[in-house]
């Protein structure tokens, strides 16, 4: 009996050590495809908040529309903004560390041309949980990185 509290008070510290160390932008620095493969995110530190977690879509599936025209966020609220491309867009912004996940930050959503509130958890190697709510709604979506066999 001792020896299994012990084992599960060492896994538990390794855990809650290894949540720690997923303090810095670069452990998750990375391109992360989507659920579903539709694109992939690069997140890294962000440009002007290098505590800060940022990402951007460098890749797309269907990079054009049927007429070979570059997809852009035409969905997007803003007239000024409808004409700029999907490819290079900011997607993730302004996400902070609080011990357990990146959170605060907030996700914009190409496809319906709207942001939301968002949360980022590291699920295990090359894996992570992307959440994004309005009010008490929420949606959530597993994150890959290609290079890590997830």
Known sequence: MMRKLALAALSGLFMST???????????????????GK?????????NAPTQLCGKIVWLREPTNP????KVDKENSDETLKKRP???????????????KWDDGYIYNPEDGKEYD??????????????GCVLFICKRQAWTDP????
């Open 18 to 36: 290894a949540a720690l160390a997923a303090g810095s932008p670069a452990d998750l620095s990375a391109q992360w495809l989507t659920e579903g």
């Open 39 to 47: 694109s992939r995110v690069e997140i890294g530190a962000c440009p």
């Open 67 to 70: 007429d070979g025209s570059a």
């Open 86 to 100: 999907i490819l290079g867009l900011q997607m993730l912004r302004d996400f902070k560390w609080d011990g357990e």
């Open 118 to 131: 968002s949360v980022i958890r590291i699920k295990g190697p090359g894996e992570l949980e992307v959440k």
């Open 147 to 150: 290079k890590k066999g997830s």
